[in-house]
Every structure is written in structure tokens, then in C-alpha cells.
């Protein structure tokens, strides 16, 4: 084989500069950060109007494996843009219900929105609605159909100016009282397992009865406290007799959720579900809250460390569940079961930011490896601080965190965060399940182990040794020995992993690659950069492009892969992926 060369370019290696993809990915997000500043008609001094870094990166990924066969950076752009825009519109809080009960709640309480919520608004312009979409809304107002005994609920959301009906499920008529029934104007609720009802004609869409529907309690409310000292507080989980349950006696706790399981598949079909939620009472004893099948629709109306009240939920023996408890039941969402749920309020705790790594003497401070400076249009918009989720256990929710993290700003408490770098190792370690898989990466502050949690097996496609990667849903914490541990688990929300340098998409997107000749691949290349070059070469006189990476083979992690011996026989590159041009 006879490989010559065919194009030159200012291809160097070794910085981050180089890379491609990087630069793509920043170019992206000081765009999307300079319109929504121009936008914006009060802008508070260091605050930042654009998309997190991780958000713009994963974006990217997502619209090149839709487009496998190559992007330009027009779709890119286009596909960023309109994704923002929604993201943006979601997250504003200048709805025209601002004034409502709803929005004045939630700049007191300052609660977090949750995974797959959808505005009203959005269901208007795209005339659909997700299955596992959630609307957090307030009600508006209550009224009978004409002509029928159906309940009606007028909803509304503090981001939307416009209004939808709901037909209300009818375990929910006994609820309702305009005025002072635990369904009143102004409660709000979450409801998932939506249907829309559009009509043909210029009536306006509305919503089906829903069984997933989840009422909303403020314990600062006297109606609600009561409401919830009366019939929640009586019973315990210890108090639980199966001989009451058999003769037809309900049940009504209140209890805290410590824990939402993963997604299962049962049976040898695989078409039955299961969901565990841990449960603990106020004396702390805990329970499984099992959910089947579309069930677990529900489990995206609350979130863990957030207060539910069951109202008669069922009340199984854990061995018809499938399962083994200690206490040898389980519950069930049954068809007289109703959820009330206590929102977990997040506090918010300051993350300094900055060019310098002087910043020991405040509140936790990173070692910012990126500069803190973003490029919006001609301005430069200087964040030296941000606001960060907490959660009661202290750890903090970098998912909108605005800048890229590196593994020197890595600490203990840190959960959604991403890290972009080079894989040095992969691999399992002796003794441990199927299931989980560690892997190194390599970016320019240093190394990292991650411990990958998958569901059954590897399913993340393709990744090599050299291959550049980048992967979110990662959480940091310390060891009992106080060391620094990486893990992921596949089940979390907003995870994902792929490959940079297998991605199809990359050969045929000039935006997303440089190309460079054989002779500037140094074997004294800084391989703690993304080691990635994609050159052109001929094979009996056939003309292909190549994606290549360093070759990193290593069955070590504790072995740095510029220690292998370059007399070994080993390449020094390799091929990740090819294109045959035409």
C-alpha cells in the first residue's frame, strides 16, 4: 500500500485552536449569546444571555447524526438557532400570567422546571403535544360544558400568552370547587400522558382527560397544611395491615422521594415496564412506589427530594410485583390512587469564574481552564460569576453552567457536567458486571477515570483508544479515601456519549474538520488535544479522505499513552473512519 501525498494546509496540532469542532462549537455559542443580548431589553451588568456550553455541543451532535451524510454550517446554524429560541422562550419569565399565583411562586421558591416540560404556546404553533410532555400550569378557571356534566379546566403557564382547555378525568369531579376545593382557580398542577383534540374547523385545540395528573401543595398555604396535616399524616407505612387492605380499608401517606429507579423491562417479550421510586415517611421507613407501562408517565411529574401525597394508592404484596422488600409490600398507582406533590425548592449557591486560578478565597471557585470571556459581536460580556442549583445534599447542577469544564476544574458535589478530551483507556476492571466500563480521558489539564453505568450492556457505539470524545450527565464526588471519582450512569436524565472521531458526519462537513498532509503528522504531537486530522490518500489510484487519531493502545489506565516505547512496532496513527471520494 502506497500512500502519498495529496493536500497541504495550516493544519498544527497540539492546541485547542486547531480543533475544528471546538472552534465550531464556541463560534456557535457567542452567536446564540449575542442575539439573545441584543434581544434583551435589560441587560444586569455580568449577566449571560446565552446558550451553556455542554447545551450547544450536544445540539451539534444531535443535528449531525440526523444529517449523516454531511452539514453545513448554515444547518447548523439554522438547527442551533431554532432549538435556542425555544429553549429561550421556555425559560422566559415574562409570560403574560406573570402576575398569577403560579410565576409569584416560583420566584419565592425558586423551583427548577422539569425534564420534557412543554409550553402552551408551543402546542398552538406545532399543533402537537408529546405523549411524555409536561405542562406545569395554573388554573386559570373552572367551568361546566354546555350541555354536559364535564368538568372543564382553563390552564395557563407563566410562559405562555395563550390559554387550553382540559376535559378533567372524572376520579378528579369530588376535587373540584371554584372557589375553595382543592381544584380552584389559581391551584397549580403538573399532568403528563396527554392527548390533543384538534378540530378542523377554527376552534381551538383542547386536551383530553389524563389520568396522570399531579396537584401541586404549598405547605406555607393554611389550606394546604391542614389539608395535608388531616388525611395525609394519620397513616404510616408501619402502620400498613394486609388484612385491612384486603377488607377494602384505603390508605393515605405522605412521604419523601429518595430515589427514582431506572426504566426495566420484564417478561421474556420485553414489552412490559416497570419503574421503582423509593419512598420514605416522615418516620423513615420506606417503600417501593412501582410504576407499569405508561405509568411511568408519572414519574416526570415530581423529582427526587420532593414531598408526594398518595391518596389511596394500592397496596401490593412485593412478590406480585416482581421485586423483594424488606417490608414485603409494595404500592401501586392504582385506579382510585391521586398524587399531591411538594415541590423540592432548590437554593442557589455562587460559582466564581475566571482567567485566574486565584480565587481560593472564594465562594467555591473553579480553576476556570477557559477563558471566562465570551466574544458577543463586538463586545466582549465578562461573567465572573454564576448562579448554580443546590440541591440539600450540597451538590451542585452545572447543566447551564455557560463554559466549557476541564478536568482541572473538576471538585466534589458536581453532577451534569460534560468533559470533552481524548480517551487513553477503556476497559473493564477484573470482577465487576457486564454492565460497567471505565474509561480515561485525556484533555489539556490532566486525566480523569469515568466509571460508565450502562443499563445492560455497551451502547455507546463505537469508541476506541485516541478516539475524541464527549460525554454529559457526569457526576464528581469523593471517595471514602477522599479521591476524586467520575461516574455515569446511562439512565440519567440528559446523558449521552459519542465519538467525535467516528462521527460520519465528519468527513463530508468541511466546518467540522481541517485537512492536512502526511508529512505535518509529528509523532511528537501533544497528544493531550484532540488528536484528530483528516488527510487524503490514494490506494490503487483510488482517492479516499481519512478521519485518523493517535494510537493510544493501552490495557493500563495508570499508563500514560506517550509512554509506550516507539520502537514497540506499534503505529503511531490510525484510521477511525474512511470516505471514498468521488
Given at each position: 500500500m502506497e500512500l502519498k501525498e495529496t493536500v497541504r494546509s495550516s493544519f498544527h496540532a497540539g492546541g485547542p485552536e486547531n480543533d475544528s469542532f471546538l472552534q465550531f462549537v464556541d463560534s456557535a455559542q457567542s452567536m446564540l449569546a449575542s442575539l439573545g443580548k441584543n434581544e434583551k431589553e435589560e441587560v444586569k451588568g455580568e449577566e449571560y444571555n446565552g446558550p451553556p456550553w455542554t447545551w450547544v455541543c450536544s445540539h451539534i451532535l444531535t443535528t449531525c447524526k440526523a444529517y449523516s451524510s454531511g452539514v453545513t454550517s448554515a444547518i447548523l446554524l439554522s438547527e442551533l438557532f431554532q432549538a435556542w429560541q425555544e429553549q429561550s422562550r421556555v425559560k422566559s419569565s415574562k409570560g403574560k400570567l406573570s402576575n398569577n399565583i403560579m410565576s409569584d411562586k416560583r420566584q419565592k421558591k425558586n423551583r427548577r422546571r422539569l425534564q420534557n416540560t412543554v409550553t402552551i404556546d408551543s402546542i398552538y404553533e406545532k399543533k402537537f403535544l408529546p405523549l411524555d410532555g409536561v405542562l406545569e400550569a395554573v388554573i386559570v378557571d373552572i367551568f361546566v360544558l354546555p350541555g354536559t356534566s364535564c368538568y372543564m379546566l382553563s390552564l395557563g403557564d407563566p410562559w405562555s400568552s395563550n390559554t387550553i382547555d382540559l376535559y378533567l378525568h372524572r376520579k378528579f369531579y369530588d376535587l373540584v370547587e371554584p372557589e375553595h376545593g382543592i381544584l380552584r382557580k389559581n391551584r397549580e398542577i403538573r399532568l403528563t400522558g396527554c392527548r390533543l383534540r384538534t378540530s378542523t374547523g377554527s376552534g381551538q385545540p383542547r386536551l383530553l382527560p389524563t389520568d396522570y395528573l399531579v396537584i401541586l401543595l404549598d405547605e406555607e398555604q393554611d389550606d394546604d397544611f391542614m389539608l395535608l396535616g388531616a388525611q395525609f399524616c394519620s397513616d404510616s407505612f408501619s402502620s400498613i395491615a394486609m388484612d385491612a387492605v384486603e377488607a377494602g380499608n384505603g390508605y393515605c401517606f405522605y412521604?419523601?422521594?429518595?430515589?427514582?429507579?431506572?426504566?426495566?423491562?420484564?417478561?421474556?417479550?420485553?414489552?412490559?415496564?416497570?419503574?421503582?421510586?423509593?419512598?420514605?415517611?416522615?418516620?423513615?421507613?420506606?417503600?417501593?412506589?412501582?410504576?407499569?407501562?405508561?405509568?411511568?408517565?408519572?414519574?416526570?411529574?415530581?423529582?427526587?427530594?420532593?414531598?408526594?401525597?398518595?391518596?389511596?394508592?394500592?397496596?401490593?404484596?412485593?412478590?406480585?410485583?416482581?421485586?423483594?422488600?424488606?417490608?414485603?409490600?409494595?404500592?401501586?398507582?392504582?385506579?382510585?390512587?391521586?398524587?399531591?406533590?411538594?415541590?423540592?425548592?432548590?437554593?442557589?449557591?455562587?460559582?466564581?469564574?475566571?482567567?485566574?486560578?486565584?480565587?481560593?478565597?472564594?465562594?467555591?471557585?473553579?480553576?476556570?481552564?477557559?477563558?471566562?470571556?465570551?466574544?458577543?459581536?463586538?463586545?466582549?460580556?465578562?461573567?465572573?460569576?454564576?448562579?448554580?442549583?443546590?440541591?440539600?445534599?450540597?451538590?451542585?447542577?452545572?447543566?447551564?453552567?455557560?463554559?466549557?469544564?476541564?478536568?482541572?476544574?473538576?471538585?466534589?458535589?458536581?453532577?451534569?457536567?460534560?468533559?470533552?478530551?481524548?480517551?487513553?483507556?477503556?476497559?473493564?476492571?477484573?470482577?465487576?458486571?457486564?454492565?460497567?466500563?471505565?474509561?480515561?480521558?485525556?484533555?489539556?489539564?490532566?486525566?480523569?477515570?469515568?466509571?460508565?453505568?450502562?443499563?445492560?450492556?455497551?451502547?455507546?457505539?463505537?469508541?476506541?483508544?485516541?478516539?475524541?470524545?464527549?460525554?454529559?450527565?457526569?457526576?464528581?464526588?469523593?471517595?471514602?479515601?477522599?479521591?476524586?471519582?467520575?461516574?455515569?450512569?446511562?439512565?440519567?436524565?440528559?446523558?449521552?456519549?459519542?465519538?467525535?472521531?467516528?462521527?460520519?458526519?465528519?468527513?463530508?462537513?468541511?466546518?467540522?474538520?481541517?485537512?492536512?498532509?502526511?508529512?505535518?503528522?509529528?509523532?511528537?504531537?501533544?497528544?493531550?488535544?484532540?488528536?484528530?486530522?483528516?488527510?487524503?490518500?490514494?490506494?490503487?489510484?483510488?482517492?479516499?479522505?481519512?478521519?485518523?487519531?493517535?494510537?493510544?493502545?493501552?490495557?493500563?489506565?495508570?499508563?500514560?499513552?506517550?509512554?509506550?516505547?516507539?520502537?514497540?512496532?506499534?503505529?503511531?496513527?490510525?484510521?477511525?473512519?474512511?470516505?471514498?471520494?468521488?
Open positions: 412521604a419523601r422521594v429518595e430515589k427514582v429507579g431506572r426504566v426495566e423491562v420484564q417478561g421474556k417479550s420485553g414489552h412490559l415496564k416497570r419503574r421503582q421510586i423509593l419512598i420514605a415517611d416522615s418516620c423513615s421507613s420506606k417503600l417501593e412506589f412501582v410504576l407499569w407501562d405508561e405509568q411511568i408517565l408519572l414519574s416526570n411529574l415530581f423529582s427526587q427530594g420532593s414531598w408526594i401525597a398518595l391518596d389511596k394508592p394500592f397496596i401490593a404484596r412485593d412478590s406480585d410485583c416482581g421485586i423483594e422488600t424488606t417490608a414485603g409490600i409494595c404500592l401501586e398507582y392504582g385506579s382510585a390512587t391521586r398524587l399531591y406533590c411538594v415541590p423540592n425548592v432548590y437554593r442557589e449557591e455562587q460559582v466564581i469564574v475566571g482567567p485566574s486560578q486565584t480565587c481560593s478565597q472564594l465562594t467555591r471557585p473553579l480553576n476556570m481552564s477557559s477563558c471566562s470571556t465570551l466574544e458577543c459581536g463586538s463586545q466582549a460580556a465578562r461573567v465572573s460569576q454564576v448562579l448554580l442549583p443546590c440541591d440539600s445534599e450540597g451538590s451542585l447542577d452545572f447543566s447551564n453552567f455557560p463554559f466549557r469544564l476541564f478536568v482541572v476544574d473538576l471538585q466534589n458535589k458536581m453532577t451534569n457536567f460534560s468533559l470533552y478530551g481524548v480517551v487513553t483507556f477503556l476497559g473493564r476492571a477484573h470482577g465487576e458486571s457486564n454492565n460497567i466500563f471505565h474509561m480515561k480521558i485525556q484533555d489539556s489539564t490532566g486525566c480523569m477515570v469515568v466509571k460508565l453505568c450502562f443499563n445492560k450492556s455497551w451502547s455507546a457505539g463505537k469508541i476506541c483508544c485516541g478516539h475524541t470524545v464527549f460525554i454529559s450527565g457526569l457526576a464528581c464526588y469523593r471517595d471514602a479515601e477522599g479521591r476524586l471519582e467520575c461516574s455515569w450512569h446511562e439512565n440519567n436524565e440528559n446523558t449521552s456519549i459519542a465519538s467525535i472521531s467516528d462521527l460520519p458526519t465528519l468527513l463530508n462537513s468541511i466546518c467540522l474538520h481541517h485537512v492536512c498532509s502526511l508529512s505535518e503528522l509529528s509523532t511528537e504531537m501533544n497528544n493531550t488535544q484532540d488528536e484528530q486530522a483528516m488527510y487524503l490518500y490514494t490506494i490503487q489510484n483510488e482517492e479516499f479522505m481519512v478521519a485518523i487519531c493517535k494510537n493510544m493502545y493501552s490495557n493500563d489506565y495508570n499508563r500514560k499513552a506517550h509512554d509506550m516505547d516507539p520502537d514497540s512496532g506499534m503505529p503511531t496513527w490510525r484510521v477511525a473512519r474512511a470516505l471514498k471520494c468521488d
